[in-house]
């Protein structure tokens, strides 16, 4: 009976150390995103969005906070766009060091070219007054109903949201 009770108690101890490895291996830390604003707007949380950007941006700023407290966020391409697409990358790395996720989205940065390029000043005055108006809550300050016409004419010079409001009010 003792020569059997022996080799249970190292085949239990094994398996023991053996689950021990497997769960280590195994285990991994929260990667994801909890919230994510570009330039105080939401976004989807796990990417593969293309956001078009206003004539003129030169940045972006990101607010990119993960589920876990302890994670480490990387944000890469929030600057100094070319025309065309740009990535946008938000990089969530685990509290274990280890484990990391990679998100991203397609920032749009306007052609210019025709009546966009032309009235750059107009269309950067007009978006950033609709920018204000929105974050300050100034209802009527963008004077929107005076540009109206112009926005729906040219709808690949403004930001989609402009051109939302504009669709639904104008």
Request: charged content about 20%; some cysteine.
């Amino acid at each position: 009976m003792k020569k059997l009770v022996m080799p249970i108690f190292m085949a239990a101890v094994g398996a023991l150390a053996i689950s021990l490895i497997v769960t280590n291996v195994l285990a991994t830390s929260p990667t994801t995103l909890r919230l994510l604003r570009i330039d105080d707007v939401a976004y989807s949380l796990t990417g593969g969005e293309t956001i078009k950007l206003t004539i003129g941006t030169q940045q972006v700023i990101v607010d990119a906070r993960p589920t876990d407290p302890k994670a480490v966020v990387e944000v890469t391409g929030a600057s100094e766009f070319k025309e065309g697409e740009n990535t946008l990358s938000v990089k969530v790395t685990g509290s274990d060091g280890k484990t990391s996720k990679v998100y991203t989205w397609t920032l749009v940065s306007p052609k210019l070219a025709g009546w966009c390029q032309e009235n750059t000043d107009l269309i950067k005055t007009i978006e950033t007054n609709w920018a204000d108006e929105q974050i300050y809550e100034m209802p009527g300050y963008a004077e929107l109903g005076t540009y109206a016409a112009d926005i729906k004419s040219h709808t690949e010079c403004f930001s989609s949201s402009l051109v939302d409001e504009i669709n639904k009010n104008y």
